[in-house]
């Protein structure tokens, strides 16, 4: 998640500096990753003046400029078709790098002509798509100030790691909030102001699922804009978006972006002139398809939410509309969709998919379903600044989920769970700064809101409340002495099983380590596939399809290992493992072995022929592991009770 410090500072009044506020973010629980700062990536980029352009002797389209730096003054050959006589523009010396075209410049000749540096377009300097000629600068700038400071490039970008369990920090707004709970600052984020419709809705829309997946998408709302005017985006919507990484497309379509990252609620915007009867919100049939937004065509499954309207699927609900139906420079109608979708059907949708968005980001992890209206208001609002048009009246099909959660909460859980010493008014200040709200009875009566997704209980508040005063401010404690001896560290079955390897490996042998999964058809050679499945063994979700079941025996793996040695040219080798074996799926049914294997291939070698490996070599391989792992081996005895599957 990606915003730049300006964009922070929308939605927090704050005059702390970019430090503290980094800070800050750590000492709450956002991670941040990393902190980039345009001003220093273009230090190396100032203000000159052209004095004097002139057409290169040996060259139609170059000219030769010379140019005051806070060098002196630079001859420069440039062949940008606006290089004149008396403009400021973006001066690049010998020996700095142009991110945009990935080169340090060094002093050269061109056509003859030396060239001692560079004046830069836009592109060159990664400030946006304009390579037809190079930036001009402010007449009021200097030469010799920063390059930044007078393009507005001097806006710190802040990447950090969303945890799943934090949808609400998928918004600047979000963010925001937690930094002014922190004492950062105050929370400013402007509350959506209702648009009033001039008309009803003229796009129908429903909700089409049978009873038991109705929470695939609960509730639906659309609204129609008529008379829309869809060009490139104003420059500031154009410079947040490139400043995290997004290209703009269209103001339609970066509206869409805006919400999801300023608000964290996506949102869809529908060419409304391309839509066929009644849109609604379904799952798939077998075998639908359409062509999405990046290009490519998909094949849904009956478990899929679709968006379809009368010609069928037009998008995966939460996740990517349809090029179909996408808005153009053509576009004069928009219906704009302000949808809930099931997390867990959307993440499941994604993954059989493939698809990566924006969208599935936000609603697989949860997005807050009482900012569906505010949120269509919002965006409206948008459209109308920047697009034009007549909004008509909000359409909803279905119900907003309502998710009320009150926690019971006793101020003492904090210093009882953490150890710090946090005042009622403290949890009470925190809590509210946060968004809960709070009845005070005994216990406190704490209502969640509906942005938390994550809280369920009251250890989730003192959770809260101590990351907010700072888990540094957590008290040391040295933790008391359980004996007053020092008691061995292994237990006796993880010390009988170092023996044991040890002296397998004396013996020779080579250790290996594999799956304690196993091909279930090799499982069922010691284990019948009945008893395999009664037993719980075979796996539900297995991470291969040859690793479908726990493994009755250590013999299936370690001969697999052996033969894929052999299948190589290793013919004489000898394998051991100590690990775990599984008679079934009960905590009780485990039990550790030490198990190997001995092939004996003698190899030609100079030092003559080694013995080779016959029975009675296995035998005492075994004798030396019950040895070493304490076993009575003069009093043991040999019978003919062993499985069927050792039998050769």
Not at 4 to 18: M, N, R
Not at 258 to 282: E, W
Not at 604 to 622: E, F, I, L, M, N
Request: charged share 25%; hydrophobic share 40%; glycine share 8%.
């Amino acid at each position: 998640m990606k915003f730049t410090l300006s964009w922070l500072k929308e939605h927090l009044e704050t005059d702390a500096s970019l430090d503290e506020i980094v800070d800050a973010m750590v000492r709450v629980g956002l991670e941040v990753e990393s902190v980039e700062n345009p001003e220093e990536r273009l230090s190396a980029f100032t203000i000159g003046e052209v004095l004097n352009a002139e057409k290169h002797p040996d060259a139609d389209k170059l000219k030769v400029c010379k140019v005051a730096t806070k060098d002196g003054e630079k001859q420069i050959v440039c062949g940008a078709p606006n290089a004149r006589t008396g403009i400021k523009i973006a001066y690049a010396p010998v020996g700095a790098y142009v991110p945009g075209i990935d080169v340090t410049l060094s002093k050269a000749k061109i056509r003859g002509v030396e060239s001692c540096g560079m004046m830069c377009s836009a592109r060159e300097m990664e400030l946006g798509d304009d390579h037809d000629g190079i930036l001009e600068a402010p007449a009021e700038a200097k030469v010799g100030d920063p390059i930044a400071s007078w393009l507005g490039a001097n806006d710190p970008v802040i990447d950090f790691e969303v945890t799943p369990n934090r949808p609400d920090t998928n918004g600047v707004n979000g963010v925001a909030r937690d930094l002014a709970a922190a004492g950062v600052g105050k929370l400013a984020t402007p509350e959506p102001v209702p648009i009033i419709g001039g008309y009803a809705c003229p796009q129908k829309i429903d909700l089409r699922f049978p009873p038991d997946a109705a929470n695939a998408c609960p509730v639906f709302a659309g609204r129609y804009v008529k008379g829309v005017k869809n060009e490139p985006s104003p420059d500031w919507l154009q410079d947040k978006l490139r400043a995290i990484g997004l290209r703009p497309i269209n103001v339609l379509v970066d509206i869409t972006n805006y919400m999801s990252y300023d608000r964290a609620r996506p949102l869809h915007v529908y060419d409304a002139d391309k839509l066929k009867g009644v849109i609604h919100a379904r799952l798939a049939e077998k075998g639908e398809s359409f062509l999405a937004l990046d290009g490519k065509e998909y094949e849904a499954d009956e478990t899929m939410c679709v968006i379809a309207d009368d010609s069928g699927a037009i998008g995966f609900g939460g996740i990517m509309g349809g090029e179909d139906t996408g808005c153009t420079e053509e576009t004069k109608n928009v219906f704009i969709e302000c949808a809930y979708f099931d997390p867990l059907r959307t993440a499941r949708t994604g993954r059989k998919t493939g698809i990566t968005s924006d969208a599935r980001y936000r609603f697989e992890r949860g997005v807050d379903p009482a900012f569906i209206v505010p949120g269509m208001e919002m965006a409206t609002q948008l459209v109308l600044d920047m697009c034009g048009g007549e909004p008509s009246e909000i359409e909803i099909a279905g119900k907003i989920p309502a998710p009320k959660k009150t926690v019971l909460f006793d101020t003492s859980e904090v210093n009882r769970l953490t150890g710090m010493d946090v005042p009622p008014e403290g949890c009470e200040r925190i809590l509210t700064a946060l968004g809960f709200g709070i009845r005070k009875s005994a216990p406190w009566q704490v209502d969640v809101p509906t942005w938390r997704p994550d809280i369920e209980g009251k250890a989730d508040l003192v959770e809260e409340i101590a990351r907010i005063v700072g888990f540094d401010h957590l008290p040391t404690a040295t933790l008391p002495l359980m004996k007053p001896v020092e008691t061995p560290k292994l237990t006796t079955g993880q010390n009988r099983a170092r023996l044991a390897r040890r002296a397998l490996a004396a013996r020779g042998m080579l250790e290996a380590v594999t799956w304690s999964f196993a091909d279930e058809k090799h499982a069922s050679l010691f284990m019948s596939a009945n008893e395999l499945h009664d037993k719980g063994l075979v796996l539900a979700n297995p991470i291969a399809s040859d690793l479908g079941a726990m493994r009755p025996s250590l013999l299936p793996n370690l001969l697999s290992a052996m033969q894929r040695n052999v299948d190589r040219g290793r013919s004489d080798l000898a394998l051991f493992e100590v690990a775990a074996q599984y008679a079934g799926d009960a905590p009780n049914e485990q039990s550790s072995m030490a198990t190997g294997a001995r092939r004996s291939n003698q190899q030609r070698h100079w030092q003559g022929a080694s013995d080779p490996a016959d029975p009675y070599t296995v035998k005492a391989d075994a004798l030396a592991a019950l040895e070493a792992a304490g076993a009575p081996v003069a009093n043991l005895k040999t019978t003919a009770t062993a499985p069927d599957y050792y039998h050769p």
